[in-house]
């Protein structure tokens, strides 16, 4: 049998956790967002891919330095001509993810 206290727990952290996702989009709805907001949030997609791109080719260790992943430095280049040209993130990193996988099978 589950403790109400552990059920209590498990409701209150989905609600906690569902309620920033659903909020802003009922938010947006009621409302227009200022111009400033609109073009931040322009820069979201390239921040986002940065970020997961960063962190793969350069992985921290801890009480040491970052080594460079040599194959996924690689990759970084096709990965951010896609999304130059396209501006799909989800294309970016499909192509960055077959490019990897097309690297590491020839080394």
Do not use: H
């Not at 956790?17 to 931040?40: A, I």
């Not at 993130?89 to 097309?102: D, E, I, P, R, Y």
């Amino acid at each position: 049998m589950i403790n109400q206290y552990i059920l209590g727990a498990i409701l209150v952290s989905a609600l906690v956790t569902w309620l920033p996702r659903v909020l802003p989009y009922g938010l947006v709805r009621m409302g227009e967002l200022p111009d400033k907001v609109v073009q931040f949030l322009g820069y979201l997609p390239i921040t986002i891919i940065f970020s997961l791109i960063l962190s793969s080719v350069f992985p921290g260790q801890i009480g040491g330095w970052p080594q460079v992943q040599w194959i996924e430095l690689v990759a970084v280049f096709p990965t951010f001509l896609v999304l130059g040209k396209t501006r799909n993130v989800m294309l970016a990193v499909l192509a960055g993810v077959l490019c990897v996988a097309f690297l590491r099978y020839l080394f």
